[in-house]
Nanobody, 119 residues
C-alpha cells in the first residue's frame, strides 16, 4: 500500500508563490508517473503537471494554463514530489492532489491541499 501526503497549500495574494510537497511512503516499487491535479468547485479534476517515466528518461507535462509559472520536480531519495507555483492567479484556486501511478496501472491519490489565491 502507498500513502501520499500533500502539504504546502494556503492563502496567497495574486502574483505570489507557493510550493506544494507530496511525500510518498509505503510499498513503492515501479513508478510509471507522478503528478499534480487540481479541482475547483464545480469543475472536474484536471491535470496540472506530471512526470512520466520513459525508459531512462523522464518526460514532464504541464497544462497550458500553468506553463512558465509552475515547475514540477522530485526528490527521489526522499520519495517526494514538489510543485513550485509562481505568479499565482485567482483562477489557480483549487484543491491540489498528488497522484502516483505504478507500472501495473494502480492509482494512488493524496487527500488534497487547498490553494486559495486572492485578487
Amino acid at each position: 500500500q502507498v500513502q501520499l501526503v500533500e502539504s504546502g497549500g494556503g492563502l496567497v495574494q495574486a502574483g505570489g508563490s507557493l510550493r506544494l510537497s507530496c511525500a510518498a511512503s509505503g510499498s513503492i516499487f515501479r513508478i510509471r508517473s507522478m503528478g499534480w491535479y487540481r479541482q475547483a468547485p464545480g469543475n472536474e479534476r484536471e491535470l496540472v503537471a506530471a512526470i512520466v517515466a520513459a525508459g531512462n528518461a523522464e518526460i514532464t507535462n504541464y497544462a497550458d494554463s500553468v506553463k512558465g509559472r509552475f515547475t514540477i520536480s522530485t526528490h527521489n531519495t526522499k520519495n517526494t514530489l514538489y510543485l513550485q507555483m509562481n505568479s499565482l492567479k485567482p483562477e489557480d484556486t483549487a484543491v491540489y492532489y498528488c497522484r502516483l501511478v505504478t507500472t501495473n496501472t494502480i492509482n494512488y491519490w493524496g487527500q488534497g491541499t487547498q490553494v486559495t489565491v486572492s485578487s
